[in-house]
């Protein structure tokens, strides 16, 4: 790897990765990582961001219990339902879906496993606007915007330090509970749980929908030829 | 500009550029730009992006009004607020809090001379868990997780490419008057807007404060030094 990965490269060949291996991850990589991530922009410059690096076997085992039941439920409810209603898939897509689900129940069952969790989180900012009749309560989308970039950082500075990690949200199911678990006080929001480690996959390209389909010119439903 | 520019380079590099020139942005740029927000990771790869790149003046000026009064309305509530509540700034800091605010003010006032309005939409997935007693309903983090990076995608393309841009959510406040206006159906989310043109200042650092006063280790509260 060279000092100066290359930013498309990277972001190309940046996939989940969902099978690590144990090797630790050395403090001065999470650092690193964390400085990416703080890169980021956030409304008003406010960096709400906040992160909790966890190693303690027991902690990473606890949120791993409530993680995998996140799991079961959702491949439950979601997994199945979206396999039948969906329009027909190819057989490479129908592939990759499977690999999908294999390496995202293979996440579940070893998240402890993975030598860093860091949990993203959030402290949010009180909007109190005077008010005007055309407008709208602030949707939850603004909240949002001020941390999920400097989780895509932590994504992309992971793959060019050669370090596997998926952005993962099932915790959320179980947020409470892990917040008292961990200490976390009531006004942080918990966002994401990235498990980090050597990756025992190999980094490549991901399966898209090309973005002619999906983009719209001036006015929805209007689309342009590429 | 090489060919292929440094992740961390342009990462660390990626101001919000609020002053933009009005010369044209190619369509094969806009697609460039499209390509790379899609590579960003989605709950379930459900890819729920969508797009809608607005050049129409008659258009943009509509959002600009809507803007310009979510931003007034914004500056009066919050940031003399924050300003006068907040822990005492140095003068550089000071210095910078009032350069961002002038320069925000200004893309206020000019977003409809912006040559492109990139609209990010989100098509929400619906969640339908069984239920668990230690459960809690989903946050709305999880929706926008898959999202936001890929905003941070089309961000960092932007500079990449040399082109300006700013992640906002003012037009969340008149989210229903636009979606009107565009004719963007009721299931659809907008969650961003990206003003983007040729910069007219200059890519640098970002002031941010120290990772290390933001990051806990294995419990909340719990430093370590670096």
Redesign the interface.
Known sequence: MTA?????????S?R?MRRLKPDPVP?ELV?KL????????S???T?P????????AD?KRFIQE?YR??WD??V????KA?AEAAVPMTEAESAA?AK?IGAATHLADHLHEAPVLLLVCMQP?K????P?P???P?????L??S???????I???CR?HGLGA??T?LH??????IKTK????DE??T??LIPIGWPAGKFGP????P??T????????AI?R?
């Open positions: 100066e990965p290359g930013l498309f490269e990277i972001m190309y940046l989940s403090d650092w964390l400085d990416a991530a703080i890169r980021a922009p409304g008003g410059n960096q961001w906040r992160f909790l690096v966890i190693r303690d902690t409530r039941r996140g439920r959702y439950q409810a979601n997994l979206a879906r999908m900012r909007m109190d606007l005077p005007d055309e407008s709208q602030p949707s939850p989308a603004a949002y915007a941390i999920f970039p400097a989780v895509q950082n994504l992309l500075a060019a998926t952005l949200t959320l199911l179980y947020e409470r509970t961990l200490g976390i006080p942080i929001d966002v994401a991901t399966t898209r929908a973005v002619e999906l983009t719209y010119w001036d006015r929805w439903g342009r590429r």
